[in-house]
C-alpha cells in the first residue's frame, strides 16, 4: 500500500483532458509545495513531467500542468496525444528527509 | 542530459547483502549540487523511497530499512553504491537510482531487477 493515493486507472480519448489525482496527508502533500509527477512507459526511466507542484521542466509540452489543494495533487494533462498513454506518479517530501510515492495511474487514451 | 545506469546481481540468495551500483554519466557527483537516491519497486506494489546521499558522504535513511542499508559514494567513479544486509524474498524488486533536485528525484535510472531466492 503506497503512502500517497492515486486511481488506478484513468482514460480520454485523443484531444481530450484528464486528471490525475494524489492525495496524502499534511505531512507530506498538504505540508510542502514539493511535489513530483512522473511518467513511465514500460521498460524505461520514470521522466519527470512536473515538479515543485506546478514547475514544467524545459522540453515538457505546456498540455501537462499540476496544482495542489489541501491534500491533494492533480496533474492534468490536455490535449491528449496517443504517446501520452503511459503511468504516471506521484512524489511527494514527507519531512524528515524522507519521500514517499503515488502507488501509480495507468493513462490510457482512446 | 543526465543519464543513470544501475548493476548489480540479478539473483541474491536469502541473508545475503544485496549490492548495487549506479554509474552517472553527463553530469559530475562532487559537483555538490544534487543528492542521489535508491527507490525501489516490487512487482504489483509502489515506489519505495530507500536512502540518498550527497558528493560530501552525507546521507539519509528511510527508517523502515535504516539498520540493513547502507549507501556510498565514489565521486572518483561518479558512482553511488548501495548495501542491504539480511535479504528475504520480501527484498526482491526493481531497484532505481535516481538524481535528487533539493528534496525529489527527477533524474532516473531504468532501473534493475533483483530477484532474492535460493
Known amino acids: 500500500q503506497s503512502a500517497l493515493t492515486q486511481p488506478r486507472s484513468v482514460s480520454g480519448s485523443p484531444g481530450q483532458s484528464v486528471t490525475i489525482s494524489c492525495t496524502g496527508t499534511?505531512?507530506?502533500?498538504?505540508?510542502?509545495?514539493?511535489v513530483t509527477w512522473y511518467q513511465r512507459h514500460p521498460g524505461t526511466a520514470p521522466k519527470f513531467v512536473i515538479y515543485d507542484v506546478n514547475k514544467r521542466p524545459s522540453g515538457v509540452p505546456d498540455r501537462f500542468s499540476g496544482s495542489k489543494s489541501g491534500n491533494t495533487a492533480s496533474l492534468t494533462i490536455s490535449g491528449l496525444q496517443a504517446e501520452d498513454e503511459a503511468e504516471y506518479f506521484c512524489?511527494?517530501?514527507?519531512?524528515?528527509?524522507?519521500?514517499?510515492f503515488g502507488g501509480g495511474t495507468q493513462l490510457t487514451v482512446l | 542530459q543526465v543519464q543513470l545506469q544501475e548493476s548489480g546481481p540479478g539473483l541474491v540468495k536469502p541473508s545475503q547483502t544485496l549490492s548495487l551500483t549506479c554509474t552517472v554519466s553527463?553530469?559530475?557527483?562532487?559537483?555538490?549540487?544534487?543528492?542521489w537516491s535508491w527507490i525501489r519497486q516490487p512487482a504489483g506494489k509502489g515506489l519505495e523511497w530507500i536512502a540518498r546521499?550527497?558528493?560530501?558522504?552525507?546521507?539519509n535513511y528511510n527508517p523502515s530499512l535504516k539498520s540493513r542499508v547502507t549507501i556510498s559514494v565514489d565521486t572518483s567513479k561518479n558512482q553511488i553504491s548501495l548495501d542491504l544486509t539480511s535479504v528475504t524474498a520480501a527484498d526482491s524488486a526493481l531497484y532505481y537510482c535516481?538524481?535528487?533536485?533539493?528534496?525529489?528525484?527527477?533524474?532516473w535510472g531504468q532501473g534493475t531487477l533483483v530477484t532474492v531466492s535460493s
Open positions: 512524489c511527494s517530501y514527507a519531512g524528515g528527509y524522507t519521500i514517499v
Open positions: 499534511s505531512s507530506d502533500v498538504g505540508g510542502y509545495n514539493y
Open positions: 546521499i550527497s558528493s560530501s558522504g552525507n546521507a
Open positions: 535516481a538524481r535528487c533536485n533539493l528534496v525529489l528525484p527527477d533524474y
Open positions: 553527463g553530469d559530475s557527483i562532487s559537483s555538490g549540487s544534487y543528492y
